[in-house]
């Protein structure tokens, strides 16, 4: 690891990654590795997550060309300098912001979305002119591997390295200094990535999880709702980590939501979700174990069916599920759905306060003062009005979350800043020399100049 490394920060050093040229040409050779080895990556995907070709470009391809194509559009404009206003004091002079690349950074991928995770924070490192380490994970191994294969063929070998393996091989990735580490992932492993980086005092972005609630009222179509909540939630075989993780729903809508989510299912995936071609399988048998022990939380309302052979878990509602039971404890990452009651806004806003801030907020409400006191009442990653997951497609949206949920953010332009060093530069020519006034020795005229300007600047 530490040879790797040494040569990307030699590539780093030597300016390899620092002209704008370097950096529009890595991009563009990625996008073009996206759209010639797309059959490749779909196979990877489905023997992976079972994931349909259309959802794998959607979710994955599609998501990643879109984040390059924004990032081609405006870095240039992202990169200028920014001017500054200078103190009538210290003019004149010329102050402004310069973006400067890190050095070599690390990126660690999840096995969800092992294309979109490991290759939308790519775009950012390489657009702000880094060297690059990308970490694929193990749980993923088709993708993994073909990232391993594709990525050297396309990119600059010099400037950016893919280390597979599993935790021996990260272990020792974290062990390096890196200028930058970014990790998406759950909060266990993000505390270990977060204490390897104290080391060297290397700033970190952690993209975590947790659970996102959706508060549904009494104001809403709930079948046009039920539709939006269950694509959120059973998408990728609810393998998500901005999916829906549990609906909080005023007492009396309760029932026909229930219906209507039953309804939406079938709609998305027919009468028996496991012939389905665009549901996915979850990941590895620890997961499934994992899920299968959360189906007695509540009564099973819609699917519950469940292979260990196939690892298949069908989309599944449950309703009469306890604040303290086994699927409200963690977050689910799976296509559970918990229905909770709640007796109105101040209910639902007292449960989501009591928890760990969750990445994403999900409301269902016509109600201008309910939408209002979701956003100042509570605190979370992003809030989705009407819809679930889509605010990761706004590329001048930042994503991330706060708190528990994760530190920093990226997409977009957030994500040239989060790999980039803002830079303060101020000019001041010698001639004339003003900066007589703040010389010693102090005079009195020179206290009183003082004085005045600590008046004006206050």
């Not at 880094?130 to 294969?149: D, G, H």
């Not at 509540?298 to 469940?306: I, L, R």
């Not at 994403?360 to 009442?377: D, K, N, P």
């Not at 819809?387 to 332009?413: D, Q, R, T, W």
Request: with cysteine; net charge neutral; charged share 20%.
């Amino acid at each position: 690891m530490t040879h790797t490394v040494e040569e990307l920060r030699s590539a780093f050093d030597a300016g390899v990654t620092k002209p704008l040229a370097w950096r529009l040409a890595q991009l563009r050779a990625l996008r073009r590795m996206l759209t010639e080895r797309s059959a490749e990556f779909e196979d990877a995907l489905l023997a992976d997550l079972g994931k349909n070709p259309t959802e794998s470009q959607i979710a994955e391809l599609g998501f990643v060309v879109g984040e390059i194509d924004h990032a081609l559009k405006h870095l240039r404009r992202w990169l200028r300098p920014k001017r500054v206003s200078v103190p009538g004091a210290l003019l004149p002079a010329r102050a402004s912001t310069l973006l400067e690349p890190v050095g070599v950074v690390l990126v660690i991928a999840p096995w969800n979305y092992p294309v979109q995770l490991l290759l939308a924070p790519l775009v950012g490192a390489l657009g702000a002119g880094n060297a690059v380490v990308l970490k694929p994970s193990e749980l993923a191994p088709a993708t993994s591997a073909a990232m391993a294969r594709f990525i050297p063929q396309y990119l600059d070998r010099r400037a950016v390295a893919v280390v597979e393996g599993g935790v021996e091989e990260t272990t020792d990735l974290l062990a390096q200094r890196f200028d930058h580490i970014f990790y998406t992932g759950n909060g266990r492993v993000g505390r270990i990535v977060a204490a390897a980086a104290v080391e060297h005092l290397t700033p970190v972005t952690l993209e975590l999880g947790g659970k996102s609630p959706v508060y549904v009222d009494g104001t809403v179509d709930v079948a046009a709702a039920a539709r939006r909540i269950a694509w959120g939630k059973f998408m990728n075989a609810g393998q998500t980590c901005v999916a829906p993780d549990y609906v909080l729903a005023d007492r009396a809508v309760v029932p026909g939501l229930t219906d209507a989510l039953r309804d939406a299912v079938r709609d998305l995936y027919g009468d028996d979700p496991a012939q389905s071609p665009d549901y996915g399988r979850i990941v590895d048998d620890r997961q499934f174990e994992r899920l299968t022990g959360m189906l007695g939380s509540g009564t099973t309302a819609v699917g519950g069916d469940h292979d260990a052979a196939t690892r298949y878990l069908a989309p599944t509602v449950l309703v009469d599920v306890p604040e303290n039971a086994p699927a409200m404890a963690q977050e689910i990452f799976g296509p559970i759905l918990p229905i909770l009651p709640v007796d109105g806004l101040d209910d639902a806003i007292r449960f989501i306060r009591s928890g760990d801030k969750p990445l994403a907020l999900y409301v269902f409400s016509s109600s201008a003062t309910v939408r209002r006191r979701i956003l100042t009442e509570t605190s979370s990653g992003a809030v989705g009005f009407g819809i679930p997951a889509a605010h990761l497609a706004v590329a001048g949206l930042p994503f991330g979350g706060v708190g528990e949920s994760g530190a920093g953010a990226y997409h977009g332009e957030r994500s040239v800043r989060t790999f980039s060093h803002e830079k303060a530069v101020l000019s001041k020519p010698l001639s004339p020399d003003t900066m007589q006034l703040v010389y010693p020795p102090y005079t009195e005229g020179k206290d009183r100049f003082a004085r005045g300007l600590l008046r004006k600047l206050g």
